[in-house]
């Protein structure tokens, strides 16, 4: 149980174009998934915290407008990378808790994304 | 503000050799704490987590961890590494509500034969 799922798994996309990247909880339902970002060998870093019919909430120094975040059920919430340029380019993770739960987040497999 | 350390970036150790990560904590409240392995390209995996009760805690693959409220630490142990736990882990603290998971730095662990 509690698996989360991500896709595409990996992408290579031109500078200018937008990609969007997809979560998915597959065996429950989530009020509220997360995006972070992870850089080469560093650690996970908070972008957004992504509520189920509302406005996500950005975290310090994240972009609203380039990184455009949809939750528009309780299984599924959508990042999209718009205007993307190289220096996008990272390992893009989401996790999912459950409505109504307690402390534990649910991470998805990650997506890397390549922006040449 | 909530901040996790993990003194060790690297960590080498034998096959068969006991292991320890250190993680060490700033949290106002009380904390939740987990530890995750992640493979090369891979998501998260928990290992464990500590919410309340007993501090030492079991895990999966035979991982254990300890909290320390006076230390304000949460190092995970175990007592003998297998080749295939060579990976990154991360020591993670977040709230009573899953939410503001703040992640340590990370420690790669290397498994010689």
């Known amino acids: 149980g509690a698996v989360v799922s991500q896709h595409p798994s990996w992408v290579i996309c031109k500078s200018g174009t937008s990609v969007k990247i997809e979560c998915r909880s597959l065996d429950f339902q989530a009020t509220t998934m997360f995006w972070y970002r992870q850089f080469p060998k560093q650690s996970l870093m908070l972008m957004a915290t992504?509520?189920?019919?509302?406005?996500?909430?950005?975290e310090q120094g994240v972009e609203k407008d380039k990184f455009l975040i949809n939750h528009a059920s309780l299984t599924l919430s959508t990042l999209t990378v718009t205007s993307a340029h190289p220096e996008d380019s990272s390992f893009y993770i989401c996790?999912?808790?459950?409505?109504?739960?307690?402390?534990?987040?649910?991470f998805g497999p990650g997506t890397r994304l390549t922006v040449l | 503000a909530q901040s996790v350390t993990q003194p060790d970036i690297h960590i080498t150790v034998s096959e068969g050799a006991s292991l320890e990560l250190r993680c060490n904590y700033s949290?106002?409240?009380?904390?939740?704490l987990f530890w995750y392995v992640q493979s090369p390209g891979q998501g998260l995996q928990l290992l464990l987590k500590y919410f309340s009760g007993d501090t030492l805690v079991q895990g999966i693959k035979g991982f254990e961890a300890e909290f320390k409220r006076s230390q304000s630490s949460f190092n995970l142990r175990k007592p003998s590494v297998h080749w295939s736990d060579a990976a990154e882990y991360f020591c993670a603290v977040g709230d009573n509500a899953g939410n503001m998971l703040t992640f340590g730095g990370g420690t790669r662990l290397m498994v010689k034969p």
């Open positions: 992504s509520n189920e019919g509302s406005k996500a909430t950005y």
């Open positions: 949290y106002g409240a009380t904390p939740y």
């Open positions: 996790s999912a808790r459950f409505s109504g739960g307690a402390g534990e987040q649910f």
